[in-house]
């Protein structure tokens, strides 16, 4: 008999996620998808104070001198924390479906993405595994980059343009790859 007949498969129709709980009412939730679409996803709409008011609004934690760029996905801003002078570039996407801390003094590139959920690739079912994401301070997450769920980049790591952090980030190195794996150690010379 072949191998492969014998081994389970995914069966989708079994997925379920109703265990989980965004944390907010429905109503918020759609009034939310609206308000990131016009003002956070879209290109359209590049001034930073009436997000900031807005992401407050939904309740995300928001410090000071906190810079956004046009084209942001933000799924659940409740899920949202970011210390102050936080930069975030255009065209992120943070699917934070759990909680997502951005410390001081912290960067994320254009085009990175945060991704602290995946689909478990062991059940058969396909469901899905949720775990934070906290980026401690004067982090750079590069262009392009990806951090996913359950990571923790140590205080001043960088992750360099698109790279892959499955793992934790040790303070004050430079990663690169994918996955990403140390290359040497980051030097702040002034």
Not at 16 to 30: L, R, V
Not at 64 to 77: E, L
Not at 113 to 137: N, R
Request: charged fraction near 20%; charge should be positive; include cysteine.
């Amino acid at each position: 008999m072949n191998v492969m007949q014998e081994r389970k498969k995914v069966q989708k129709q079994n997925f379920d996620n109703s265990w989980y709980k965004p944390g907010a009412p429905k109503w918020k939730i759609i009034l939310w998808y609206f308000v990131n679409v016009i003002f956070f996803n879209s290109h359209l709409f590049p001034v930073v104070g009436p997000k900031v008011f807005l992401l407050k609004l939904f309740g995300a934690k928001v410090g000071k001198r906190f810079a956004i760029k046009p084209g942001v996905y933000i799924r659940f801003p409740w899920h949202f924390e970011a210390g102050d002078y936080v930069s975030i570039g255009e065209n992120v996407f943070i699917d934070n479906r759990e909680k997502v801390i951005l410390h001081n003094q912290t960067t994320v590139s254009q085009g990175a993405m945060i991704l602290p959920g995946y689909h478990d690739y062991k059940k058969s079912s396909f469901g899905i595994v949720l775990m934070p994401v906290i980026i401690e301070e004067g982090v750079w997450i590069a262009s392009r980059a990806i951090v996913c769920g359950g990571v923790t980049c140590g205080s001043h790591s960088f992750l360099t343009a698109g790279s892959v952090a499955t793992r934790n980030l040790e303070p004050y190195t430079i990663y690169t790859g994918n996955p990403a794996k140390p290359v040497r150690e980051r030097v702040i010379e002034d």
